[in-house]
């Protein structure tokens, strides 16, 4: 009881203190597909970070033909979300690589890289995966400064 009670004095001993500056957080969903809303935000926004949920390389629901078509058009999807924030690819920060073959990795990186400002590439992770949603060969998710306005 000794440490309950203390925790209460605490808190309660600063009551009159200023309340947190906590983030706005502004959730932006994704387009419904086949009438139906999605179960996920395209993107998050907390304060100044903007979280983009994982791109596949699809237009309307249908997958591009091959590994490279898919490559570009995930950078294509990304970059749309990017644009309806206000952003560009110079303010990605962190992205996540999601490939069914890893030996796919240079031929999208040949891809990835000339999305970005020369020296301003983002800090990034890969992984193989055994399946990605939709039959997907390829999903990028991205974190951009979103700086307030």
């Not at 808190?11 to 994704?30: K, N, T």
Request: proline share 7%; aromatic share 8%; net charge negative.
């Amino acid at each position: 009881m000794r440490g309950i009670a203390a925790a209460v004095l605490i808190l309660s001993a600063d009551a009159g203190a200023a309340p947190l500056d906590w983030p706005v957080v502004e959730y932006f969903p994704a387009p419904a597909a086949g009438g139906q809303p999605a179960p996920y935000a395209n993107a998050v926004r907390v304060g100044d970070m903007l979280y983009l949920s994982g791109q596949t390389g699809d237009v309307d629901g249908q997958l591009k033909d091959g590994f490279e078509a898919q490559a570009r058009q995930t950078m294509e999807n990304v970059g749309a979300v990017l644009k309806e924030r206000g952003l560009g690819f110079a303010d990605v920060v962190k992205c996540t690589v999601m490939l069914s073959d890893m030996s796919k990795w240079p031929a999208f990186n040949a891809i990835y890289v000339p999305y970005f400002p020369i020296g301003k590439l983002p800090a990034r992770s890969a992984i193989g995966a055994n399946g990605l949603a939709g039959g997907a060969l390829i999903e990028l998710e991205c974190w951009a400064h979103a700086r307030q306005k």
